[in-house]
Each structure stands twice: as structure tokens, then as C-alpha cells.
């Protein structure tokens, strides 16, 4: 079974433009959660969506938003990029009925 | 405070054990997870214990649960330079089973 696929790996953006990320689950997974990890705040919760609802949200402003599609695919989008966006991007699947989250190779994101 | 707390760095010989700690505050944690970051990787499942067990054995992996001191600890045996990576303790509780992380323990595994 493939795993959790994110696109792209890698992307330079200057402040004020925005940038879409996205994240394919694993092949039945129907949850899907975004992180934000950076040097300086570790790992935090962004967003989580089940059948193409937000279900749960972390403590981000509203520049941060997500949406999944009917095939669990999910995108999330920052509008006006700052500096302090730059971080690495990272998804996990959950499978319905369980509880371990299996996570992408992350996108890199650099906001210059 | 932080919910979930790891020391920073742990350095240890090539072949000897490698114990990494962690402690988390919620005492309805449902689940305790490690995960393992390899450099520009994401985070891979190494393991996960059940708020209910004390110890679970995985080929050279060994956690132990001390719940009433909410502490948690990863032993990793007979530890190789390929185990160099940061390693996270998590926790979830039931129902929305969003983990809560750690900031990560970096362990380097020298000759």
C-alpha cells in the first residue's frame, strides 16, 4: 500500500503571496490532519478533516485553511505568507476506527 | 507548562542502550506514541502503548508506562548509528485521537 504523499516537497514563496499544499492519504483513510513543525515551536496541530469536514482545528489565524475532496484528498492554503510561515508542512492519515496517525514526507516550505 | 515534555539531546556509543524519557500531563492519555524523524523526512510510528499497559516489548524496542507518575520511556537495545534520528513522545486521549507532541529528543549514536 502507498503511502501518505505530499506535493510539492519543496517550495520558495515572498511574503504576501499564497501557497496551496497538498496531501493524498493512504488508500482508505478518510482522516486527515496537517501540522506545522518548526525549530522554534516543535510541532503544532493546524487542522483535521473526516469526509470533507473539518472536524478539529488547532490555534492558527485564519490565513491557514484546508479543505478535503470526496477522495479524502486534502489541500491546505496560507494566504499573505509571512516570514514566520516558513516551516515544514506535514499530513497524517488515519484509517476509520483507529488511532495511529501515519504522517507524508512534509513539504518544505521557505517564505523569503 | 508544556503537556508533553522530552529532554533535548541524548548522545550514546554505537552497540550500548539508548533510554529516552518523556513526561505528559493529561491523565486521560488513551494512547502513548513514539515517532521517529529522520533528517528531511517526515514522522514515522515506532511504536504506541495503551494507557491500560505498563510495558510493550518490540524487537529491540521497549517501552515502559508509569502511569501514576505519567512518565513514559523509550529503550532502544543495542543501539546503531542508523537509530541517529529526533525522537517524539505523543499522546491522545479517545475520540478525536489528535495527538499532543513533544519538542523531540535528538539522539546521536557515535562509534
Known amino acids: 500500500k502507498a503511502g501518505v504523499t505530499q506535493t510539492p516537497r519543496y517550495l520558495i514563496k515572498t511574503r504576501g503571496q499564497q501557497v496551496t499544499l497538498s496531501c493524498s492519504p493512504i488508500?482508505?483513510?478518510?482522516?486527515v490532519s496537517w501540522y506545522q513543525q518548526t525549530p522554534g515551536q516543535g510541532l503544532q496541530f493546524l487542522f483535521e478533516y473526516f469526509s470533507e469536514t473539518q472536524r478539529n482545528k488547532g490555534n492558527f489565524p485564519g490565513r491557514f485553511s484546508g479543505r478535503q475532496f470526496s477522495n479524502s484528498r486534502s489541500e491546505m492554503n496560507v494566504s499573505t505568507l509571512e516570514l514566520g510561515d516558513s516551516a515544514l508542512y506535514l499530513c497524517?492519515?488515519?484509517?476509520?476506527?483507529?488511532?495511529?496517525?501515519?504522517f507524508g514526507p512534509g513539504t518544505r516550505l521557505t517564505v523569503l | 507548562g508544556e503537556d508533553v515534555e522530552q529532554s533535548l539531546f541524548l548522545s550514546v556509543r554505537e552497540g550500548d542502550s539508548s533510554v529516552i524519557n518523556c513526561t505528559y500531563t493529561d491523565s486521560s492519555s488513551t494512547y502513548l506514541y513514539w515517532y521517529k524523524q529522520e533528517p528531511g523526512a517526515g514522522l514515522q510510528l515506532l511504536t504506541y502503548?495503551?494507557?491500560?499497559?505498563d510495558m510493550k516489548q518490540d524487537q529491540r524496542l521497549t517501552v515502559l508506562l508509569n502511569k501514576k507518575d505519567k512518565h513514559l520511556s523509550l529503550r532502544i537495545a543495542d543501539t546503531q548509528t542508523g537509530d541517529s534520528a529526533i525522537y517524539f513522545c505523543?499522546?491522545?486521549?479517545?475520540?478525536?485521537?489528535?495527538?499532543?507532541f513533544g519538542r523531540g529528543t535528538s539522539l546521536i549514536v557515535h562509534p
Open positions: 497524517a492519515s488515519i484509517r476509520s476506527g483507529g488511532h495511529e496517525q501515519f
Open positions: 502503548i495503551f494507557s491500560n499497559m
Open positions: 488508500s482508505g483513510h478518510r482522516s
Open positions: 505523543a499522546e491522545s486521549r479517545g475520540g478525536s485521537y489528535i495527538p499532543t
